[in-house]
């Protein structure tokens, strides 16, 4: 469990969980397996610092793997379970929360959707104290812990860093770098998909790759339905914060009417992004259906064109075997049977017969070749 003392104008880790004065906030930091196992100590601290315990349903949302993303709400506090969209090979084991496999699960689809993991992050968010719970392997949050605790140096303090003004600006900044993460991935994605419709359309490559395909359509709809639930979680917050009211006297950064506007506007811009990653990933599904469609389609026009070749060429032999037959015929007086010429007339007219088909038919398109 890590703790941060959050002032206006510096940051300070610690390992004592306490208020720091007027102005500031606490934030705590920990892993859901050390949530699991010290559920009463870290009750007592919450207890001690905001006057108020987590209740038993919020408990087990934040200790739960599979909750899609959702926010509640109490009189004294806000939960909001947050799914993310993070690069990692470690996965939470769903038997035992909070720990990590020692070996990947053995996922589907390409190997970039394969990285994404979509573990839950719990955040618990009190007047000045903010709990955070996180997977074990969640490395967003130690990211920007160390962003934090850089931002509290004398260089950043000459450039006018900005830290958050409070324990709900700074869920807000975590939770949209977590979305950011995702946006990250959307080009290695975009890449591997191109690829298979690459290959899916090319007319002289066979496309073998249908289960992975198949595998990648079925990850890029979880992905939608996750973010789904992202982006109906933000908006209840949003609609949850239009209810906050100024509190007289307060500063901007806790309660007052500046630090207010600034949590609708980043809650505003957290949304947004979230909805770019649901345009992104609805159009990589839209891009594989219809990659799958025109390739359906090409292997039609291609059976389409050979069976147009293949009927020609039986319409022009068509009038040779009729030919052919009326010769066969085992009749004693046929014209032309029994003189020296008749051989060469009948094989004449053939060849006329054939010349003429020929040529219509190539007139018409009928054995012309496709562009490719």
């Known amino acids: 469990m890590r703790v941060f003392h959050i002032l206006p104008g510096s940051v300070r880790e610690t390992d004592t969980p306490a208020l720091p004065p007027t102005g500031g906030f606490v934030w705590i930091a920990c892993g859901q397996r050390e949530f699991e196992l010290e559920q009463a100590r870290i009750q007592a601290t919450l207890q001690a610092l905001s006057g108020v315990a987590l209740l038993d349903l919020h408990m087990a949302d934040l200790l739960s793997n599979q909750l899609p993303s959702r926010f ?16 990692g090979h470690a996965a939470s084991d769903l038997d035992h929360p909070g720990k990590v496999l020692t070996r990947p699960t053995r996922r589907r689809g390409p190997p970039v959707l394969r990285r994404i993991d979509t573990s839950p992050v719990g955040f618990v ?45 700074l869920m807000l900044r975590i939770v949209n770098q977590m979305v950011d993460g995702y946006l990250e991935l959307r080009r290695e994605l975009t890449r591997q998909l191109d690829h298979w419709q690459a290959e899916l359309l090319h007319p002289s490559t066979r496309f073998n790759n249908w289960n992975s395909l198949l ?11 996750i973010c789904e639930d992202q982006r109906s979680a933000i908006q209840d917050w949003i609609e949850a914060l239009a209810g906050w009211e100024v509190i007289d006297g307060a500063s901007d950064h806790f309660g007052g009417h500046k630090g207010l506007e600034l949590l609708k506007v980043r809650s505003r811009d957290v949304l947004e992004h979230i909805e770019r990653v ?23 026009n291609r059976t389409s064109d050979t069976m147009r070749t293949l009927t020609a060429l039986t319409a022009i032999f068509l009038p040779l075997n009729l030919i052919a037959g009326i010769f066969g015929m085992n009749f004693e007086f046929i014209p032309l049977l029994h003189k020296q010429s008749g051989f060469w007339w009948a094989m004449g007219a053939m060849v006329v017969v054939a010349g003429l088909l020929g040529a219509l038919f190539w007139r018409k398109r009928y054995l012309a070749r496709s562009a490719r």
């Open 278 to 300: 649901i345009h992104h990933v609805r159009r990589l599904e839209q891009n594989a259906e219809t990659a799958v469609q025109m390739h359906f389609s090409a292997q039609s």
């Open 125 to 169: 968010v009190f007047d000045r104290v903010l709990l955070t719970v996180h997977p074990t392997d969640c490395a967003v949050l130690d990211q920007y812990a160390t962003r934090l605790l850089a931002a509290d140096s004398n260089s950043a303090r000459a450039t006018g860093a900005n830290l958050p003004g409070g324990p709900a600006d």
């Open 72 to 87: 509640d709400y109490t009189s004294q506090y806000d939960i909001l379970v947050f799914r993310r969209l993070a690069a």
């Open 215 to 225: 595998d990648a359509r079925i990850s890029l709809h979880q992905l939608d339905e």
